[in-house]
């Protein structure tokens, strides 16, 4: 994609104000973008706007993202979320998986929500 092309699209897709230096700066070149951006909400966002029918490969960057917070996560839900999602992007689990795995997770994090607004 040319850097006149990605302005275009990224006009065209209204990315946020935020990111518009960045992508001045990067000279709308999308291989620095993907380079040095340290973003990676703005990277699967353009990922997925640039390449929506890939699913498994958006899927296993996001696994990737998230793993990197892994230490975090207290319940063994949102673990195994992340698992099946990147095991998902490598072809080793199932999109019924990666469902059920989401769905288990975002369970989770309501009861997480709702214990929290009830001690508040």
């Not at 897709?13 to 230096?21: G, K, L, Q, R």
């Not at 990922?47 to 990197?68: D, E, F, I, R, W």
């Not at 698992?83 to 369970?107: C, P, V």
Request: charged fraction near 25%; glycine fraction near 4%; aromatic fraction near 10%.
């Amino acid at each position: 994609m040319t850097s006149d092309e990605l302005k275009e699209k990224l006009a065209e897709w209204n990315v946020c104000t935020e990111s518009i230096p960045f992508v001045k700066e990067c000279g709308y070149d999308l291989q620095v973008i993907w380079n040095t951006c340290e973003r990676g909400d703005w990277l699967l966002w353009l990922y997925n706007k640039l390449y929506p029918k890939n699913l498994q490969q958006l899927t296993l960057a996001k696994g990737h993202c998230a793993n990197t917070i892994r230490h975090l996560m207290k319940d063994k839900r949102s673990i195994k979320a992340v698992d099946i999602a990147i095991a998902f992007g490598k072809g080793r689990a199932t999109r019924e998986e990666l469902e059920a795995a989401a769905a288990s997770a975002a369970a989770a994090s309501a009861a997480y929500a709702s214990a929290a607004y009830a001690s508040a």
